[in-house]
């Protein structure tokens, strides 16, 4: 066997890998789920307004929005005419993957910031092969990497492939990297690259997103769609009290006491930020991507 770094280590994430979870993604593919899907956490969604592309024009009946009336064909015909829609089928979603150091880190199959791209990959071959436009912005220690959407499987092999490369990056310069920046800059990075009507996939544990993130997330919610892939490990979940022995990038290891965690879960912190409009998931690390196939699936349906 050779010993090349790859994804399942947990520790290296490959292009390879990524695009092998493309037939995963496929895998109950059920287009009726896309009008109306529920989240975990009791949160029903469905799509919003009458959508934008017109359809056809037809002549008035009880009931009909007068807003849709057709001006044109009123005054040609005599008699009154709506225009009806049909919803555009062109989604353009960017993808935002949290690579910063604090994400380098897991005890369980793999780290967090594995966890992040492989369910941000599934959810990317989904939104392509139903048709739809997948960007990407990378939050690391360094520049931020940035994909404006593009169409097709080609626009996901660039994707995949700038998803191991920007983690490969991260994990090299881990060691220097000092603590997190603050999320902020990518986000208004990530907002540029949309269209009017487009959507944001934000996938981090959030640790220390800056003291703007929430105000600014927020904010972004009023103009774009925003999910959340909330990034969980289990140590963070369910930690045995004690020292704990740890390891560097730098080579360096020794023993901690790590401190208190905050008393929010993260049930607690979706339901919050679904307060204010943006529903996500749960991601638990250690449940690899057979599991989140399925959420990517229910989110994928809201998108």
């Given at each position: 066997?050779?010993?090349?770094?790859?994804?399942?280590?947990?520790?290296?994430?490959?292009?390879?890998?990524?695009?092998?979870?493309?037939?995963?993604?496929?895998?109950?593919?059920?287009?009726?789920?896309?009008?109306?899907?529920?989240?975990?956490?009791?949160?029903?969604?469905?799509?919003?307004?009458?959508?934008?592309?017109?359809?056809?024009?037809?002549?008035?009946?009880?009931?009909?929005?007068?807003?849709?009336?057709?001006?044109?064909?009123?005054?040609?015909?005599?008699?009154?005419?709506?225009?009806?829609?049909?919803?555009?089928?062109?989604?353009?979603?960017?993808?935002?993957?949290?690579?910063?150091?604090?994400?380098?880190?897991?005890?369980?199959?793999?780290?967090?910031?594995?966890?992040?791209?492989?369910?941000?990959?599934?959810?990317?071959?989904?939104?392509?092969?139903?048709?739809?436009?997948?960007?990407?912005?990378?939050?690391?220690?360094?520049?931020?990497?940035?994909?404006?959407?593009?169409?097709?499987?080609?626009?996901?092999?660039?994707?995949?492939?700038?998803?191991?490369?920007?983690?490969?990056?991260?994990?090299?310069?881990?060691?220097?990297?000092?603590?997190?920046?603050?999320?902020?800059?990518?986000?208004?990075?990530?907002?540029?690259?949309?269209?009017?009507?487009?959507?944001?996939?934000?996938?981090?544990?959030?640790?220390?997103?800056?003291?703007?993130?929430?105000?600014?997330l927020t904010l972004l919610a009023e103009r774009v769609a925003i999910r959340?892939?909330?990034?969980?490990?289990?140590?963070?979940?369910?930690?045995?009290?004690?020292?704990?022995?740890?390891?560097?990038?730098?080579?360096?290891?020794?023993?901690?006491?790590?401190?208190?965690?905050?008393?929010?879960?993260?049930?607690?912190?979706?339901?919050?930020?679904?307060?204010?409009?943006?529903?996500?998931?749960?991601?638990?690390?250690?449940?690899?991507?057979?599991?989140?196939?399925?959420?990517?699936?229910?989110?994928?349906?809201?998108?």
């Amino acid at each position: 066997m050779g010993s090349a770094p790859s994804q399942m280590n947990g520790i290296h994430l490959s292009g390879e890998a990524l695009m092998g979870l493309r037939h995963l993604a496929r895998r109950g593919a059920a287009p009726a789920t896309r009008t109306l899907a529920g989240l975990p956490g009791g949160i029903v969604t469905k799509r919003r307004g009458r959508g934008s592309e017109p359809e056809d024009v037809r002549l008035w009946s009880e009931g009909d929005d007068r807003r849709f009336i057709d001006r044109n064909a009123t005054a040609r015909t005599g008699q009154l005419h709506v225009r009806t829609h049909h919803d555009e089928r062109d989604r353009a979603v960017v993808l935002l993957a949290d690579f910063r150091p604090a994400m380098l880190f897991g005890t369980r199959r793999a780290l967090r910031s594995v966890a992040a791209a492989e369910a941000l990959a599934l959810l990317g071959w989904r939104v392509a092969a139903d048709g739809g436009r997948v960007g990407l912005a990378v939050a690391g220690s360094g520049a931020p990497t940035v994909l404006r959407p593009a169409g097709g499987e080609r626009a996901m092999i660039a994707v995949t492939g700038a998803l191991a490369q920007a983690h490969a990056n991260a994990l090299e310069t881990a060691g220097a990297a000092g603590s997190d920046a603050p999320l902020e800059s990518t986000l208004g990075l990530a907002r540029s690259l949309l269209p009017a009507g487009g959507h944001l996939v934000i996938a981090s544990a959030l640790d220390a997103p800056g003291p703007g993130f929430d105000e600014t997330l927020t904010l972004l919610a009023e103009r774009v769609a925003i999910r959340l892939i909330l990034v969980s490990d289990a140590f963070e979940r369910t930690r045995p009290p004690g020292f704990y022995p740890f390891a560097l990038a730098d080579g360096r290891r020794g023993t901690a006491l790590p401190a208190v965690l905050p008393g929010e879960t993260a049930e607690a912190r979706l339901a919050d930020y679904a307060r204010r409009g943006i529903a996500g998931v749960r991601l638990d690390v250690e449940a690899g991507p057979e599991a989140y196939a399925p959420l990517m699936e229910r989110l994928d349906a809201v998108l």
